[in-house]
């Protein structure tokens, strides 16, 4: 039983009682749309050498909607991609999900994040990706994650395009499951999208105008232009 959602249910327990699930994802885009507008206020409520700027981040995000926002889930949890064939990427272990970014960051510290690192590009994305694939909340984390990458890049005077990212959400989403899978996982999507969004693709700099370009329209053989998100399911073994 998911303690998340309302009996009988696939629509997350939410304050303002909505029940369609439709409006709910209506609802929270509006208000994640705000959210971002006013997010560098918390700036400075911020330690990104530790995980719990992750949980500020997503409580800033989602307070005015769930009452567990900041909260790590107290669950398991999968999700079918298509680019997986029906697959799930494997996240963490609801009792390993400190654990396991604590020792994310703990390799984030030794990493120069600088423009001048030669391997920035990968090792930015990596950072993506092991935070992702913890997927530390029961809803939210790729939105989460990926503002957190952007303002860990800003803390650390990088440029980077996060309008890249949130135009090519599709892209991203899939080419983060690519990245993250557990056997022969293929990251060369993923660093595709961050390379530019670094700015350290052969134009320096991605425009706006570019990121409806063809090479983010696809993973493989799988077209990710109109992906639409789906909601996780829950373990129905709790000990895996």
Known sequence: MDP???PNSSVLINKLNILDE???????????????????????DLDFRKYSSLQTIHRFLFE????????????????????????????????QIISDLKRIFKWAEQIQWT??????????AKLLTDIWRVHPYREGNTRTVSIFMKLFADKHNLTFNAELLSQNAGYLRNALVMAGVDEAP????????????LSLSENEIVHQTDSNSEKYQSIGQYDVSNYEGKPFNTKTDESQ
Do not use: C
């Open 186 to 197: 293929e990251p060369s999507y993923l660093h595709r999208i961050i390379t530019d969004a």
């Open 64 to 95: 005015e909607l769930y009452t567990w926002a900041g909260e790590f889930r107290t669950i398991n949890i999968y999700k079918s991609e298509r680019v997986l064939n029906g697959l799930s990427i494997t996240y963490s272990n609801k009792s």
């Open 115 to 124: 423009h001048q690192n030669p391997q920035l590009p990968s090792q930015f």
């Open 22 to 44: 439709q409006e709910l994802i209506d609802v929270e885009a509006q208000l994640l749309i705000a959210g971002i507008i006013d997010i560098h206020s918390i700036m400075d």
């Open 4 to 6: 998340y959602v309302y």
